[in-house]
């Protein structure tokens, strides 16, 4: 089992700035990689970035590529995004999950542990 909590959400105008973290706890040497995903009201749940455990090699959904920064502290067991130049489009829960297949994946049905997600919003 693998626990994810999610932190860092809450309320920014557009413009601004936040960083998510995503510690991880229990079998957390399971993985291949870990991702973050969003779900704004009435949408499905939607891809936005991914790292490889190991190496660091990251994957970015097109419409946060040069915004949104994905990075992990190993050590730490913790993953983060950094996320600037928000936007009110980018409000949504944010999750993260980790998956064992060994790829940067976008699929949400790749992934195998979630978190309970936190808040962005982001004021016009």
């Known amino acids: 089992q693998v626990q994810l909590v999610e932190s860092g959400g809450g309320l920014v105008q557009a413009g601004g700035s936040l960083r998510l973290s995503c510690a991880a706890s229990?079998?957390?040497?399971?993985?291949?990689?870990m991702g973050w995903f969003r779900q704004a009201p009435g949408k499905e749940r939607e891809f936005v970035s991914a790292?490889?455990?190991?190496?660091?090699?990251?994957y970015y959904a097109d419409f946060v590529k040069g915004r949104f920064t994905i990075s992990r502290e190993y050590a730490k067991r913790t993953m983060y995004l950094q996320m600037n130049s928000l936007k009110p489009e980018d409000t949504a829960v944010y999750y993260c999950?980790?998956?064992?297949?060994?790829?940067?994946?976008?699929?949400?049905?790749?992934?195998?542990?979630w978190g309970q997600g936190t808040q962005v919003t982001v004021s016009s």
């Open positions: 229990g079998r957390t040497l399971t993985w291949y990689a």
């Open positions: 790292i490889s455990w190991s190496s660091g090699s990251t």
């Open positions: 999950a980790t998956t064992r297949v060994r790829a940067l994946k976008a699929g949400r049905d790749e992934y195998d542990y």
